[in-house]
């Protein structure tokens, strides 16, 4: 066996290697189909306000207990004051918020899928 066989063998097998290659997605056109904008502007409507939330609500706490401390020392329950509740309220908005982010983002799934499958991109 020559190396122009082995040569040849290799061609031909890397040709038969970029044919089973998917087709690359041409992103500048996904990025302009209006079904994309769509998907984008869904998202933003919902994370934007999210994050907005969470934010001031987060900074709330220290507000409170920078300039508010005699009403945020008034306990509550038991030996809980407001502020080590107010603390405690964060972790469970924040799985709240990813609760809920959970839910809406198998819809946003969806929506990318079936964009996806009308540009003619099958996983």
């Not at 056109?29 to 994050?51: G, N, S, Y």
């Not at 507000?63 to 407001?82: A, F, P, Q, S």
């Not at 959970?102 to 964009?115: H, P, V």
């Amino acid at each position: 066996m020559s190396l122009r066989y082995f040569d040849n063998l290799l061609k031909s097998l890397y040709t038969v290697a970029r044919m089973n290659e998917p087709a690359k997605p041409d992103w500048e056109k996904i990025a302009a189909m209006p079904e994309f904008q769509a998907l984008l502007k869904a998202k933003r409507r919902f994370v934007v306000p999210c994050c907005i939330f969470f934010t001031i609500y987060y900074f709330s706490l220290l507000y409170l207990v920078g300039w508010h401390t005699e009403m945020v020392k008034k306990v509550v329950l038991g030996h809980l004051n407001i502020a080590y509740l107010f603390a405690l309220s964060q972790f469970f908005m924040a799985w709240i918020i990813a609760f809920l982010y959970t839910k809406k983002s198998s819809k946003f799934d969806q929506q990318a899928a079936a964009f996806l499958d009308h540009a003619g991109f099958k996983k």
